[in-house]
């Protein structure tokens, strides 16, 4: 501890006048041409370049701080990035992808003042769009390095780690988190959390390396023609390319992991970014005396490299390694047995890798992307008997989903015309061996049936295509003040049995942009979107055949019309109401509910009978307030209204899961002196719908199973209590010859606001905690009728300080 003291003392004698360097390309947007002779200036400095004859640039000498980087070129709208945050230790890599102006003077500064602050809004999605840079997403307090708990700030975004759980199950307004779909450089990646479940998508902590990501574009409605099975939205994330020059990277220890990042250039046209990350969980939860011993590694590399003027080739891979499994905790708490009681051990692995190819061509370019993914889950759990009991197996699932994909798209502006039009094609492979006791059956001491068993005990071994095909047009008119976008798919399968009628998907959808003056914009979509049903629903097997090969795609038609106000270069204000109508959507037989309302627990949905009658709505409006950083303050508001409804087999609309109705966030950031930096965010979501226990079922289930059954004829009757969160980080920055320390120390909840969680049935133990306390003092029997039920409340709150430093090289 002494030479720590000593370090940090002696640390700002260490520190010499450092600068930095700042390096790039910069491309036409619609036709991906290098641009030649573009200016790129810091401001608030005399230090500038201009782009070579490979449109690249190189800022040299920049005394490190934050700073506003600004492209300008003639015939083309200027574009800012903010906060582009200069260290000695690794170089910033900009890449700028500038939009041509309209015709006339008169048009090209109403266009370009409005333009160069939103520039992730273009003609095909004016509206409903988001972006996060890369400096954003890593100084997020609170979100420890996490993208899915970084997304919280923008508008209509919330995650089931808001309503009753600690997870990161992205829910966009008021959709399942199966309905968004996330691109990676163009590959699409079907996962991005660790302990995933499966059919849902979401999972405790996410997979992505934020030290890879340029930045990220989040599309909650109007999606672009060339994504499938999108109902919610889309994630766009930009990776950048390794440092060119030298070999560089940084090493990160945070709150529960360590990770270390390196890259470089491997020749003259060949850079790589590679990283691994590993999680010490296990190790923290052991020393908290959690029953749970959560392990993961995650790996990711990007590969790119320049063939030719023309055509550039990039290789991507993720992939992550999750183990969840348990320890005896030293002291044996209702609590603690009631995880080890109701929890299943968790293996699983998970993969994607592609190549992507990019080919300049006349007026455009052509992408091409060939990937493969798969993911693998096992779970296990065993029955929950007493001590000296036997311990029989109740879950036991193998399973693989693996997706072979390609996807071709050419790109084309000419003439004011934006076109584009591709086809997409995958082979899909899915098997699931499982054995699954969702309830145990019992005879009372007569042999006389109490309550019949339901058992799912099947093999799957299921392959099949998707094929889909799309087009995108868009142009501005009436003296480039309308922008109108138009967008056609149909999407395609083998396995259902009206899978190959293009007609049953065709999905067209409609945006239009119109300018009122510099500041004031109006927008407006409409679209009819489809996502075919999740593998475990296809894959669901009784009396040796598949039951659910009539299932639709699900579809939903959303309608918004919003307004955006940009009073200057970086704040920006907007404002959008939604409407969003579902049909077709999957209904659980067995239960009579909605699969809306399922997928925020660990394990797996979707292993039953359905039938897609099922309906859905949700509507609601959204206010947006974002301060990009010019001086040393940034910032962040908003506010989102929304209601989640969907229908069982009944037809009746009742709030799903995911109805939160109030949405509060803000990001608040200061840059201080020496290299100091002060971030706050604070969070809160209007109480989750609950569903309360069915007590007698529970009572004859929880012996053996261990979990409590809830009463779906009150589905959603309850709510849990509002959440609400405040968290506060510090940053502290040296630089030295090449290096940069980041010392930070990230407090998440502050004020020690009570977590709102579902309440958890169990039974009470006896005062020795070697077993249950029993109405008679009898064994438990085994339907349960002489225990004593508990309801154990979930509404703890605690102070989480995580001390932590990234390195960078």
Do not use: C
């Not at 993914?373 to 008997?385: G, Q």
């Not at 099947?458 to 799309?470: C, D, K, M, P, V």
């Not at 003092?777 to 085994?782: A, F, I, Q, T, V």
């Amino acid at each position: 501890m002494r030479s720590i003291l000593l370090l940090l003392f002696m640390l700002p004698s260490l520190v010499y006048a450092q600068t930095g360097i700042i390096t790039g390309t910069v491309r036409n947007r619609n036709t991906q041409e290098l641009l030649i002779g573009v200016t790129v200036q810091a401001e608030g400095s005399q230090l500038g370049t201009v782009t070579n004859d490979k449109g690249a640039f190189r800022i040299e000498n920049i005394p490190v701080g934050s700073y506003t980087v600004k492209t300008s070129y003639l015939g083309y709208q200027s574009q800012s990035r903010f906060n582009v945050n200069v260290t000695a230790g690794n170089v910033q890599i900009l890449n700028f992808e500038l939009v041509p102006e309209a015709s006339t003077l008169q048009q090209v500064e109403i266009v370009a003042n409005r333009r160069q602050s939103a520039a992730v809004a273009d003609l095909i999605t004016p509206l409903s769009v988001q972006s996060l840079t890369t400096e954003e997403i890593r100084s997020n307090p609170g979100g420890n390095f996490d993208i899915s708990k970084v997304v919280q700030v923008l508008p209509g975004v919330a995650t089931n780690g808001t309503g009753g759980g600690s997870r990161n199950d992205l829910i966009i307004r008021g959709g399942a988190p199966n309905e968004n779909v996330y691109y990676l450089d163009g590959i699409e990646i079907p996962l991005i959390n660790h302990f995933t479940t499966q059919g849902s998508a979401g999972g405790a902590t996410g997979i992505l390396n934020v030290s890879f990501v340029e930045d990220l574009k989040v599309s909650s409605s109007a999606f672009d023609a060339r994504y499938d099975n999108a109902l919610a939205s889309v994630f766009e994330f930009r990776q950048r390319y390794g440092n060119p020059e030298r070999f560089s990277g940084n090493v990160r220890l945070s709150g529960s992991e360590f990770a270390t990042t390196l890259e470089g250039p491997v020749g003259p046209k060949t850079t790589y970014l590679v990283s691994a990350r590993k999680s010490y969980l296990e190790f923290l939860f052991k020393l908290l005396d959690l029953p749970i011993r959560p392990s993961y590694w995650d790996f990711q590399y990007k590969i790119d490299h320049q063939l030719n003027d023309k055509t550039s080739i990039s290789l991507i891979g993720v992939g992550a390694i999750d183990d969840f499994s348990f320890g005896v905790p030293r002291e044996s708490t209702p609590e603690n047995e009631y995880i080890l009681r109701s929890t299943p051990y968790i293996d699983q692995w998970n993969y994607t890798a592609g190549i992507a190819v990019k080919r300049l061509i006349a007026d455009g370019y052509i992408n091409l992307a060939l990937s493969r993914n798969a993911f693998n889950n096992s779970l296990t759990k065993y029955e929950a008997a007493e001590e000296g009991e036997s311990n029989n197996l109740t879950l036991n699932t193998n399973s693989r989903e693996t997706e072979n994909k390609l996807r071709l798209d050419i790109n084309k502006y000419k003439n004011g015309w934006r076109y584009a039009y591709g086809v997409s094609g995958q082979y899909v492979q899915f098997s699931n061996d499982i054995f699954n006791i969702i309830r145990k059956e019992l005879r009372d001491e007569q042999g006389n049936l109490v309550q019949p068993g339901v058992t799912l005990d099947y093999n799957t071994n299921l392959e099949f295509f998707r094929y889909g095909a799309f087009g995108q047009v868009s142009r501005s008119v009436l003296e480039n003040k309308l922008g109108l976008s138009l967008g056609i798919r149909t999407d395609l399968n083998s396995f259902t049995e009206d899978g190959n009628d293009p007609l049953k998907t065709l999905s067209p959808r409609l945006a239009v942009s119109y300018l009122l003056n510099d500041k004031w914009t109006i927008n407006a979509s409409s679209g009819i979107y489809y996502k075919l049903p999740i593998y475990t629903v296809l894959g669901y097997q009784d009396e040796g055949g598949y039951q659910n090969k009539q299932a639709d795609y699900t579809r939903s038609i959303h309608y918004v019309l919003g307004t955006e106000f940009l009073p200057r270069q970086d704040l920006r204000f907007t404002l959008e109401g939604f409407y969003k109508d579902y049909s077709n959507y999957p209904v659980s037989v067995r239960d009579g509910i909605s699969l809306a309302n399922q997928g925020g627990e660990f394990g797996a949905i979707g292993n039953e009978a359905i039938v897609t009658n099922g309906k859905g709505r949700a509507y609601g409006a959204e206010f947006y307030l974002q301060k990009k950083l010019t001086g040393t303050v940034f910032s962040v508001l908003s506010y989102t209204y929304v209601v989640s409804e969907f229908a069982g087999l009944d037809g009746r609309y009742i709030s799903s899961a995911w109805d939160y109705r109030h949405l509060i966030s803000g990001l608040l950031g200061k840059k201080l002196p020496r290299n100091w930096e002060f971030g706050a965010k604070y969070r809160y979501a209007g109480g989750a719908p609950a569903t309360p226990f069915d007590l007698e079922a529970s009572r004859r289930n929880y012996a053996s199973l261990g979990v409590g059954i809830l009463d779906y004829a009150r589905l959603n009757s309850e709510r849990l209590d509002p959440f609400s969160q405040l968290d506060v980080r510090i940053d502290k920055k040296w630089n030295f010859n090449r290096i940069t320390l980041d010392l930070f120390l990230d407090v998440a909840n502050v004020l020690a606001s009570n977590t709102p969680g579902f309440d958890r049935y169990t039974f009470q133990r006896n005062a020795d905690n070697t077993g249950f306390e029993t109405t008679d003092g009898n064994p438990l029997r085994p339907d349960g009728n002489n225990a004593i039920p508990v309801i154990l409340k979930n509404n703890d709150g605690n102070l989480v300080p995580t001390l932590g430093f990234i390195v960078e090289f």
